[in-house]
Each structure stands twice: as C-alpha cells, then as structure tokens.
C-alpha cells in the first residue's frame, strides 16, 4: 500500500472517490450520494483546490496498484486556530480491517503535526463500531457531543477529539 496527496489535476478522481465513499457507507456521512452527484464541475475544482493548495486542507489517498483502497481529509477548524479535523474518511469495504484507515490516520496526524495543531476532532457514526474502534485506537476520545446525522435523523454522529502528540527529535 503507498499513501500519497491528491493532486490539483485530479478533479474527477476527487469526485469519484466521494461518490464511491457516499454509495458504500451511505450512513457514514451528512450528505446524500444524490446531492453531491448533481454538485457542478466547478463545485468540484474549487474543492479539489482547497485540498491541494499548500498551507490549506489536505486529501490522503491510500493507493495498491492503480486502485484507490481509501482517502481522508485533513481539514483546518475555521473557528479554532489549533484545532484540525479528520473529515470524510472512507475505506473501500474490500479493505477494511487492512490497516488502511489506521495508515490514512497516520498521514493525518503527520499533517497536523507540521502545521502546528495540538488537536484533531472528527465525527464518527455512532452505529459504527469498527470506526468507534479504529478512531479510539488511533487515540480519539469521544467529547460528550452528539447530533443526528444530517442524512438519517434516526442515527447520530459522535464527535470525537485527539491529541497531536509531537514527535521528539533525537
């Protein structure tokens, strides 16, 4: 498995991805696989840019071959200055449990790290165990805050928070 940055060239591999993460886990996120389908290409280069251009957000991909296995945001808190966010994290189901998320968590945390963030958060579904599982061992600790996912009011979403640990040099 190789990890690397989406690059400002892949506006429809971006879309791509989303929709395939919105089709296999339509209960994981607060947006509807047909809404973000019918989003226009400009839509789609103006996100892609914010996740490509340096000093802003970021998008990791996990790659095996020329498949894509999965992908996360690394997204900075509008509000708090420190703060970072895990958002849209989504592993192709062939390859769950493959230490591919861990891996994708792992790039986060690197990436927070080099942009001075103490914290991460994120929203986990709360019907989800394995990622309850995978966020908790990645040292995610539920912040006592809840709503209903956006998609499903019948289900919620937890958010979540970690410490950006820094690395000690030697």
Known sequence: MHLRRLEPFEVGLHRELRLRALQSAPDSFGETFAAVAARPTAYWEDLTCSVTEPGRHVMFLAWEGGDVLGSTYGLRDLDHCEVGRVGGMWV??????????????????????????????????????????????????????????????????????????????G
Request: hydrophobic share 40%.
């Open 92 to 169: 192709d189901p062939a390859w769950r449990s493959r230490g591919v998320g861990r891996a994708l968590l792992h790039q986060v945390f690197n990436w927070a790290r080099e942009h001075g963030l103490s914290r991460l958060r994120l929203w986990a579904p709360a019907h989800s165990p394995a990622a309850l599982a995978l966020y908790g061992r990645a040292g995610f600790r539920e912040t006592g805050k809840r709503r209903a996912l956006p998609t499903n009011p019948a289900l919620e979403i937890i958010e979540m928070e970690a410490q950006v640990v820094c690395s000690r040099r």
